[in-house]
């Protein structure tokens, strides 16, 4: 599976845009961008996903770069409920049971 | 609908007991998947299931055993439990076999002393 690149941890003021990075440099043709996140002492949630297009959901926008090798997912308005580890993950929706596999992600925290 | 549902929340294991972690949805998934969550570590997969009597293995398997005689309920099996499988772990499904989004539960914490 193609590896993903994230900062171990970032920092947003509330009520602000948060950009959190992500690097794909080995992405294939067929990987699939996915964002989750975890809120403290909970499982992990999906956030949004994309292929190739810029996409928008109602928790957060999925810039990609057109070369697919980097994308950022954009938080609009920061809140302290956004405070959790986000992670950027790669996935090949051909793979048999449709595994996803995590890395360490980026800890947001947010500042009131 | 309650989701994906896990228990224990919490348990203490002794080195070589066993124990069964329960995992139950009723989303009507197909797929369930057990991971588990070292401290500051992101997930790993240690075993899914891609409908009722068929099961695979993950990246971290060794330890463990799963069964799925049924849709709703995926328990993974400690059989001897070791320090090293002190972890969060988290069960989750998902409907279809290219689904994007995978549902979790809360997870379970283990210890083994």
């Known amino acids: 599976d193609a590896k993903t690149t994230q900062p171990n941890s970032m920092e947003s003021n509330e009520e602000e845009p948060v950009h959190l990075p992500c690097n794909h440099s080995t992405i294939s043709g067929t990987d699939y961008i996915h964002w989750y996140r975890q809120l403290p002492s909970q499982g992990p949630e999906y956030v949004i996903h994309?292929?190739?297009s810029n996409v928008n959901n109602r928790m957060a926008s999925l810039a990609i770069a057109e070369d697919r090798k980097s994308s950022t997912l954009i938080l609009h308005r920061a809140t302290l409920r956004d405070a959790a580890v986000y992670y950027c993950?790669?996935?090949?929706?051909?793979?048999?049971?449709?595994?996803?596999?995590f890395g360490t992600g980026t800890s947001l925290t947010v500042i009131p | 609908n309650a989701g994906v549902t896990q228990t224990p929340k919490f348990r203490i294991l002794k080195i070589g007991q066993s124990m069964t972690l329960q995992c139950t949805q009723d989303?009507?998934?197909?797929?369930m998947y057990w991971y588990r969550q070292d401290p500051g570590m992101g997930l790993k997969l240690i075993y899914y299931?891609?409908?009722?009597?068929?099961?695979d293995k993950g990246e971290v398997p060794n330890g463990y055993n799963v069964s799925r005689s049924t849709t709703e309920d995926f328990p993974l099996r400690l059989e001897l439990a070791a320090p090293s499988q002190t972890s969060v772990y988290f069960c989750a499904s998902s409907y279809r076999v290219n689904s994007h989004e995978q549902y979790f539960g809360p997870g379970t914490r283990l210890t083994v002393t």
């Open positions: 299931s891609v409908g009722a009597g068929i099961t």
């Open positions: 994309g292929l190739t």
């Open positions: 989303m009507n998934h197909n797929y």
């Open positions: 993950i790669l996935r090949d929706p051909r793979l048999r049971g449709n595994q996803f596999y």
